[in-house]
């Protein structure tokens, strides 16, 4: 199956870079019909100029992002130097402690597949 999903131009450069390995979201009603083995379409807003497609290699459900934080290592988020506090608080500023908290979180393993210019 596959999905669509807009991404912010520092992390959508990030997975472009090969460096970002693992991608955060709310467990929500959309992301609760993600598979393994399932293609995902990112594109970069707001600008919506490039797109980037990735294989879901693997999903990991957690309570809290902080759970997540502690769990996974920084380096897979593209995100060495920054404490579990800083990697909250960044992510709290696209999705509320409210909505985590109703939908518990998401790691999506991911790998690059393709990457381009919208034409």
């Known amino acids: 199956m596959e999905h669509n999903m807009g991404l912010y131009e520092i992390p959508f450069n990030s997975i472009k870079s090969g460096r970002k390995k693992v991608e955060v979201r709310l467990n ?3 992301r609760r019909k993600i598979s ?5 379409n990112f594109t970069k807003i707001p600008d919506r100029d490039e797109t980037l ?10 309570p809290t992002f902080k759970e997540m934080y502690e769990t996974i290592p920084a380096s897979d988020f593209d995100a060495v130097g920054s404490s579990i506090e800083e990697m909250v608080e960044q992510t709290y500023r696209i ?4 909505k985590e908290k109703e939908w518990g979180t998401l790691a999506i393993t991911i790998q690059l597949l393709d990457s381009g210019l919208i034409k």
């Open 28 to 30: 929500d009603g959309k």
């Open 53 to 62: 497609t990735v294989e879901v290699i693997e999903l990991r459900e957690f």
């Open 95 to 98: 999705y509320t402690p409210e």
């Open 36 to 40: 393994v083995g399932d293609t995902i």
